[in-house]
């Protein structure tokens, strides 16, 4: 059973940065590959961001490429997404997730994951 705590987010202006963290326990982090989605208001979860158990991939939805960035550090059993040139439509409730599939072409879907985080706001003022 993994366990996904999630930190960082808030209020920020557009133009600006925000890094989320989600650190994992109760599982081995090396062997799980990680994304992030979000739900905006009225709208469906959506894909954001993956990243393969080594690190060494990485995966982005359409709207955040060139501004978003997905990493993980191992040893301290954290991803994060790094989040800049933030748009008032990147306001949402973002999600971390964590999955033991390493197929590639299933890392966007969210009935890949197994385990969920909390949960934390971002909201993008114009």
């Known amino acids: 059973q993994v366990q996904l705590v999630q930190s960082g987010g808030g209020l920020v202006q557009a133009g600006g940065s925000l890094r989320l963290s989600c650190a994992a326990s109760g599982g081995t982090f090396s062997s799980i590959a990680m994304g992030w989605f979000r739900q905006g208001p009225g709208k469906e979860r959506e894909f954001v961001a993956a990243?393969?158990?080594?690190?060494?991939?990485?995966y982005f939805g359409d709207s955040v490429k060139g501004r978003f960035t997905i990493s993980r550090d191992n040893a301290k059993n954290t991803v994060y997404l790094q989040m800049n040139s933030l748009k008032p439509e990147d306001t949402a409730v973002y999600y971390c997730?964590?999955?033991?599939?390493?197929?590639?072409?299933?890392?966007?879907?969210?009935?890949?994951?197994?385990?969920w985080g909390q949960g934390t706001q971002v909201t993008v003022s114009s």
């Open positions: 997730a964590a999955t033991s599939s390493s197929i590639i072409g299933l890392y966007y879907s969210r009935a890949t994951y197994d385990y």
């Open positions: 990243i393969s158990r080594t690190g060494i991939s990485t």
